[in-house]
């Protein structure tokens, strides 16, 4: 038996308010990156240097360069559910259309969060994450949050 409340329950998990986002980074400190890239022009990959260099664990999940074995000086997997140990943070570097295709494999890690960068939304994959008990923040730069709240 669910009561009324229930069933919207999940959607406290979709933040979308500096609040929340502030709670979401406070509770991070292990970032898988999926999508990371080796191009330091790139914002996949100086947005997840500049988390690095602001303290944060970084694993890189690349999804193309199948030969590298390292980016920022980490050692790379090629599925979130292969990381090693807890995940705080999954934060995606796809573009939206190809962020449903990460769902399955986000779901088998059970990271506290899931951010997608600027630009990147998908309200039908959020719902999925949200429902699982997973924060979802949408569109939104994690390395300008960062600074705004201030690390």
């Not at 998990?13 to 980074?25: E, K, Q």
């Not at 022009?41 to 694993?59: H, L």
């Not at 360069?65 to 599925?79: A, Q, W």
């Not at 259309?97 to 959020?126: E, N, Y």
């Amino acid at each position: 038996m669910t009561t009324p409340d229930s069933s919207a329950d999940w959607r406290r998990h979709l933040i979308d308010d500096d609040a929340g986002v502030g709670r979401v980074i406070d509770a991070t400190r292990r970032i898988a990156v999926v999508g990371i890239k080796i191009d330091e022009g790139q914002p996949a990959n100086y947005v997840p240097r500049f988390a690095k260099d602001a303290g944060y664990e970084i694993v890189p999940v690349p999804v193309y360069y199948p030969e590298v074995t390292e980016i920022l000086g980490e050692r790379v997997y090629r599925k979130v559910a292969d990381v090693p140990g807890d995940v705080d943070m999954v934060n995606v570097f796809r573009r939206s259309r190809d962020v449903a295709a990460h769902v399955d494999d986000i779901l088998a890690k059970k990271p506290k969060s899931v951010w997608m960068q600027l630009g990147i939304r998908d309200d039908d994959v959020a719902e999925r994450l949200a429902r699982a008990g997973i924060d979802v923040v949408q569109d939104r730069c994690l390395m300008v949050e960062l600074r705004r709240h201030g690390h």
